[in-house]
């Protein structure tokens, strides 16, 4: 039975994480571009302005990611997401499948946000875990900044549904 030494163990992690860095890399970027249709397509003004902040942030977290290629001494560099990319293609569909200036696309373009941020969410927690136990604090961090503010967008979405539905019911 062969046996790993430590050091090939931290290079194997370290492969991963920067997999992983390249994977919400492309996600993030991904999103920064589909955020304004959510916001053009979104019924009441909380969901619109929930959608232009998380426009406005995604671009924070593309700036963040960047600056830990940087401190792991890895070029930027993207892989496709298969679960961003199909989040954003289920948001664009619900948009072509619901009427304009209704509770029902609102409530789906919450779905679709909520979707989109509970990936983000396990994601950068995930890598927070793994960065710290392979040396990369620093990107730990940097990548809590982020973790923070999507578990906030998260909780934002959750109200404005709450008040949709509440609202649509009444």
């Known amino acids: 039975m062969e046996t790993q030494t430590i050091e090939s163990t931290n290079l194997k992690l370290k492969e991963f994480f920067v997999h992983q860095l390249k994977d919400i890399y492309w996600a993030e970027k991904k999103l920064f571009s589909a955020l304004p249709r959510l916001q053009e397509a979104a019924t009441t003004p909380e969901l619109k302005h929930a959608f232009d902040q998380n426009h406005l942030l995604s671009q924070t977290h593309v700036d963040r990611l960047e600056q830990v290629f940087g401190m792991i001494d890895e070029k930027v560099d993207s892989g496709k997401c298969p679960a961003i990319a199909s989040i954003v293609e289920e948001g ?12 029902q696309r609102d409530t789906g373009l919450i779905f679709a946000g909520k979707k989109a941020e509970h990936y ?13 136990n392979i040396g990369f604090q620093r990107a730990a961090d940097i990548l809590g900044a982020t973790l923070a503010e999507d578990k906030a967008a998260d909780a934002l979405l959750t109200r404005i549904a709450e008040t949709n539905i509440n609202y649509a019911l009444n």
């Open 92 to 103: 664009a569909d619900l948009i072509t499948e619901t009427n304009k200036g209704t509770a």
């Open 120 to 132: 983000k969410i396990a994601t950068y927690s995930s890598m927070i875990n793994l960065a710290k």
